[in-house]
C-alpha cells in the first residue's frame, strides 16, 4: 500500500537530514528509505566487502541493514553520532559476526570481484582511500598493527592483547588513541 507523505514535495535538489528520513520511515515512507538506501548503501557494502572478502555475503549483509533500518529506524540514536558512521560500524560489526559463523571455504585469491561503479563516484572513493592511507600511514607503528587487526582483521582488544603480548589496557589505549587521530585528520 503506497503512502501519501511529505517528501515528495521536497525539490529534487535539496538534501534532508538524516534524522527527518529516519522519521518518514518510521511512517512508512519508501521514498525515504530509498533516500537512505541510496545515501548510505555504498559504504555499507564497501565495508562489508572489506571485511567479508565475498560480495554475496557483502550483499547479505548490506540487505540486513537496511531491513533493520526499515523495520525499527529508532535503533539508531543520533546524539550518539552521524548515521553513516553508525551504519558503517553496524556493517562491519555484522560481517565479523558472519566471519566467525562460518569457515573459510573459498581461497580469497580466486574470488573474482566484480566491480559496477561509474568513474566519478570512483574517484572520489580513491580520493577518500588515499587520505585514509595517508592518515593511517602517519599513525605510530603501534598503533597502526593494532587499529589495522581490530577493524579489519575482526579480532576482539582480548584477541590482540594475547597475539602481541600486550596488556589488553595498551591495546585499548592504542587503537583509541588511533582513531582519534584519524577523527582530527578527517576533520580537517
Do not use: C
Request: aromatic share 6%.
Amino acid at each position: 500500500m503506497y503512502r501519501e507523505t511529505g517528501l515528495q514535495g521536497i525539490p529534487a535538489g535539496s538534501t534532508q537530514d538524516d534524522t527527518s528520513l529516519l522519521a518518514l520511515v518510521q511512517l512508512g515512507d519508501e521514498q525515504a528509505m530509498a533516500a537512505l538506501f541510496d545515501r548510505y548503501s555504498k559504504v555499507v557494502y564497501s565495508v562489508a566487502l572489506r571485511v567479508l572478502r565475498d560480495p554475496a555475503s557483502a550483499e547479505d549483509v548490506l540487505q540486513e541493514i537496511f531491513m533493520q533500518v526499515w523495520r525499527n529506524p529508532d535503533s539508531f540514536m543520533a546524539t550518539r553520532g552521524s548515521l553513516g558512521g553508525w551504519l558503517a560500524v553496524v556493517s562491519r560489526n555484522r560481517s565479523i559476526d558472519q566471519l566467525r559463523r562460518k569457515k573459510p571455504t573459498d581461497n580469497v585469491d580466486d574470488i573474482a570481484l566484480a566491480s559496477p561503479y561509474n568513474l566519478a563516484d570512483e574517484a572520489e572513493r580513491n580520493n577518500m582511500m588515499e587520505k585514509a592511507r595517508g592518515a593511517i600511514q602517519l599513525l605510530p607503528k603501534e598503533q597502526r598493527k593494532m587499529l589495522e587487526m581490530a577493524f579489519f582483521d575482526g579480532l576482539t582488544h582480548s584477541e590482540i592483547a594475547e597475539m602481541t603480548g600486550d596488556p589488553l589496557g595498551t591495546v585499548k589505549t592504542r587503537i583509541r588513541s588511533a582513531l582519534l587521530t584519524l577523527r582530527k585528520a578527517f576533520q580537517s
